[in-house]
């Protein structure tokens, strides 16, 4: 019955943003190679020199940051995955019950949550925490 989890979730990076980093990388690698015929002319003049060597520049610049870019976009979707689950503890200020559930925007350790199972008093929050676990890590998603 349980599902195998798939591995298709190592990059998501978006398509546009992957669009442009593939562009910089191409442009960066062009103005490499043609600086690298200018530096390999017979007789390269002044201002050829000086053309080429700002062609490497910019190749150089536009290899290293596509590089970083695609780094880090893959980077945070890891991160993303692997975010552990945020749980909220609530705990009945009569009969002591308490109940584990899944962290809620806005809340707030010693606030006053939602009744009782047992007795119908209201509880308060007693916790905020990250689960840390292995797997069933495809469940919970913000
Ligand atoms: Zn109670």
């Known amino acids: 019955m349980s599902k195998n989890a798939a591995s298709n ?15 910089t990388l191409v442009l ?9 015929s200018m530096f390999s002319a017979p007789a390269p003049d002044y201002n050829a020199v000086i053309t080429a060597g700002w062609l490497t520049l910019i190749g150089a610049l536009g290899l290293v940051i596509s590089t970083y ?6 980077r945070r979707t890891q ?20 109940n584990v559930r899944e962290f809620q925007r806005g ?15 209201p509880t308060q929050i007693a916790a905020i925490y990250r689960e840390v676990k292995e797997g069933h890590k495809e469940r919970y998603r913000f």
């Open 9 to 23: 979730a190592t990059t998501k990076v978006s398509p546009f943003v992957l669009l442009i980093i593939i562009l």
């Open 28 to 36: 960066s690698l062009t103005a490499l190679i043609i600086a690298l």
């Open 79 to 98: 991160e993303k995955i692997a975010t552990p689950p945020t749980l909220t503890t609530v705990e009945c200020t009569k009969c002591g019950f308490k």
């Open 69 to 74: 870019v695609l780094l880090q976009a893959r």
């Open 107 to 121: 809340d707030y350790i010693f606030k006053e949550a939602e009744k009782c199972e047992k007795c119908g008093n």
